[in-house]
């Protein structure tokens, strides 16, 4: 197995970074660098030299990589893997995951496709666990909302905290809209009123 | 009837209005399209979402199409473009600390600028652009070597991030779209000193590109893009739906920007200093009028030479602005179309009148700011 690669990952988050790091050693690479700013990403790239840069593919930083990629005074030009559409399977899952991955023209597929499976694995569990925290955040956020659309029925209308749910709920089924929506709209016109 | 989706990708900027007004106003709609809008967060992503069949079409820098379909840069790919989505609408300006140096150099005033820029004597002045294959960079590239003596360096930063790094001292200078020059100068980080169209007259901006198999095999739906963005794009262009539309889209949640950052592009009020009157820029940013939207095969030729293309490269270039397309497709709802479909790129000084099929239209001022014209005769 070639394991003697060099990874560069960017990545600001550090949490994500750990992630990816653990990944690739556990799986047995252990020559890999992880950059947080962009800003000193031309000087990295130069001194490190990498093999293969890993970059998530809804980072904006992406165009700076790809430009410097092109300007590094070497013979060897990282290229976006996307370009060596030699396994097709392989490509999409890494789109679908949402890695972007640049490779030292001139390594064989073979040679990367370990690191790139490995990397895909990692992806996809963090852009599964960032969706799942997104989705509670916003459950925690309409909760609030609606307790506080409960609220303010409960004192204008003099309505128990039942009956003030169910009065929500009702005009959302009536309008066809989300409970969540008529609380947003109630809190909102109440903020206005007050 | 079910409407056909079309998977557009975008990067939230002003010159992505005909998109946005296509689909909020209901262009698409009457042409049976249910037009998805897909922010991108970068161009490099943008451009593997097209090649790679995740997107169906896309509003594209106008090099890029170029660039990919000659197989230079990331990713090649043959991509078309169908119609030029915008024309002009980007500004350089510079750090307040390089103005200061710079003195008085009257706005728009390129070759000016140019010598002022020269006659410091300092290192290189590093300019941010948004991304290689951009317009930005060739306009700015053009400009540059026409004047020995200025070295220049160029920074690649994505257009929301430019104010903080003029900011931070990473650039010195900056070419951008808007609404990210004014942006700048609200910020009070950097002084604007010119329009792009001070350096070309009438460069195209953004184009809507697709695959070229896409193009081949998708023809029907391809002509209801075309048309749903001609239209959007001829509303954008009357002055008296300027208000609405700066309304319009700052209020969509496609590119969810005050409407005071929108407002300077498309009225040409440009304040290139804070708390300065505005310069009024003609043409800031064209749409429609005086063909904007059509895709010049001289166009693609100038980008390819500009891009190094040799004389096969450059036939390619040519092959890829679909000026046989726009004809086919627009001729059927009244659009006027020009008699030819390349130009002596840089030859009109002023607006003058050229045979159409209607006959005759307007074309705007495509001159350089050097002079210079480029003929790209077909080849034989």
């Known amino acids: ?194 | 009837m079910t409407d056909r989706v079309l998977n557009c990708g975008y990067v939230p900027l002003v010159d992505c209005a005909p998109l946005v007004i296509a689909r909020e106003l209901g262009f698409a709609a009457e042409e049976g399209l249910a037009l998805n809008l897909v922010a991108q967060p970068s161009w490099s992503a943008l451009r593997d979402m097209l090649a790679l069949g995740h997107l169906d079409a896309a509003h594209m820098l106008s090099p890029m199409p170029v660039a990919m379909s000659i197989g230079l840069g990331g990713l090649s790919a043959q991509i078309d473009a169908l119609m030029v989505l915008s024309v002009n609408g980007t500004v350089f300006g510079v750090s307040n600390g390089i103005a200061a140096e710079l003195g008085e150099v009257r706005f728009g005033d390129a070759l000016g600028l140019l010598k002022a820029l020269a006659a410091r004597r300092s290192g290189p002045l590093r300019i941010g652009v948004p991304f290689h294959y951009s317009m930005h960079r060739l306009l700015m590239n053009y400009w540059t070597s026409s004047l020995e003596g200025l070295r220049i360096e160029e920074i690649t930063v994505p257009p929301p991030r430019m104010a903080d790094a003029v900011a931070e001292g990473f650039v010195d200078a900056f070419w951008v779209g808007e609404p990210w020059g004014s942006v700048a100068v609200q910020q009070n980080v950097g002084r604007l000193m010119m329009a792009g169209q001070d350096v070309w007259n009438f460069a195209p901006e953004k184009v809507l590109a697709v695959r070229h198999d896409w193009a081949d095999t998708n023809e029907d739906t391809a002509r209801r893009v075309m048309r749903a963005v001609y239209r959007a794009s001829a509303w954008l262009d009357a002055r008296t739906n300027r208000t609405l539309a700066v309304e319009i889209l700052a209020r969509s949640e496609h590119l969810s920007m005050s409407p005071d950052l929108i407002d300077p592009a498309l009225s040409g009020q440009i304040t290139p200093l804070l708390n300065h009157a505005p310069e009024a820029v003609a043409r800031f940013v064209q749409f429609h009028k005086h063909a904007a939207s059509f895709p010049w095969r001289s166009q693609a030729a100038w980008i390819a030479q500009q891009l190094g293309a040799d004389p096969a490269g450059i036939q390619k270039a040519k092959a890829c602005f679909r000026s046989d397309l726009y004809r086919q497709n627009l001729s059927g709802i009244g659009a006027d179309m020009p008699g030819a479909s390349e130009k002596v790129e840089g030859a009109l000084r002023y607006e003058t009148a050229v045979a159409s099929t209607a006959g005759h239209m307007i074309l705007a001022p495509d001159a350089f700011f050097d002079g210079r014209t480029f003929d790209f005769p077909a080849e034989n």
């Not at chain 1, 750990?18 to 800003?39: F, P």
């Not at chain 1, 893997?81 to 899952?93: E, G, I, N, R, S």
């Not at chain 1, 925290?133 to 303010?152: F, H, N, P, S, V």
């Not at chain 1, 169910?166 to 809209?177: C, D, P």
Request: aromatic share 4%; proline share 2%; hydrophobic share 45%.
């Open chain 1, 1 to 194: 197995m070639n394991r003697d690669l060099r990874i560069l990952v960017v990545e600001p988050d550090p949490e994500r970074v750990l992630g990816i790091i653990n990944a690739l050693t556990d799986a047995g690479w252990s020559d890999v660098k992880a950059l947080a700013q962009i800003s000193a990403l031309d000087r990295t790239v130069r001194e490190f030299k990498p093999d293969i840069v890993l970059i998530d593919l809804t980072n904006p930083d992406r165009d700076t990589l790809e430009h410097i990629s092109f300007a590094t005074e070497t013979s060897k030009r990282a290229v976006a893997l996307f370009v060596d559409q030699t396994d097709d399977a392989l490509t999409q899952a890494a789109l679908n995951a949402g890695v972007s991955a640049y490779v030292v023209d001139g390594l064989k597929m073979e040679r990367i496709k370990s690191v790139l499976e490995t990397a895909i694995a990692r992806f996809k569990v963090m852009r599964q666990m960032q969706s799942e925290l997104d989705a509670a955040k916003q459950a925690l956020e309409d909760r609030k909302t609606i307790d506080r659309a409960k609220g303010i029925l409960m004192r204008q209308r003099t309505l128990s905290e039942d009956e003030a749910y169910t009065l929500l709920r009702k005009t959302a089924m009536g309008q066809n809209r989300k409970v969540i929506d008529v609380a947003q709209a109630l809190v909102t016109a109440a903020d206005l009123l007050s």
